[in-house]
């Protein structure tokens, strides 16, 4: 079974930044496309950002220039760096990993204060 490790969030002021990881051990995690999901209260879960096995990333439109995403596929880890952080981009942050199957995170917390 497929088990992610989050960590990284927390609670930042606007105009702050994080870096959230997610790690995936004992998977062959250069084949699956990877990315992250977020889900603000009251609204539903929408895709940030995600890259596939070949490195092309996209973005929500709302995070793009401020966001970033990586992954290290010697490490089994993707990370979502946040910068120029607002109170909208508050939220429960999964990552998830896909081929056939989709598998996720058991989601942090991002909470930006104005």
């Known amino acids: 079974q497929v088990q992610l490790v989050e960590s990284g969030g927390g609670l930042v002021q606007a105009g702050g930044s994080l870096r959230l990881s997610c790690a995936a051990p004992?998977?062959?995690?250069?084949?699956?496309?990877v990315g992250w999901h977020r889900q603000a209260p009251g609204k539903q879960r929408e895709l940030v950002a995600q890259i596939t096995t070949s490195g092309i990333s996209n973005y929500v439109e709302s995070v793009k220039g401020r966001f970033t995403i990586s992954r290290d596929n010697a490490k089994n880890t993707v990370y979502l760096q946040m910068d120029s952080l607002r109170p909208e981009d508050t939220g429960l942050y999964y990552c998830?990993?896909?081929?056939?199957?989709?598998?996720w995170g058991q989601g942090t917390q991002v909470t930006v204060s104005s």
């Open positions: 998830y990993l896909r081929r056939v199957h989709s598998y």
């Open positions: 004992g998977i062959l995690f250069n084949t699956y496309d």
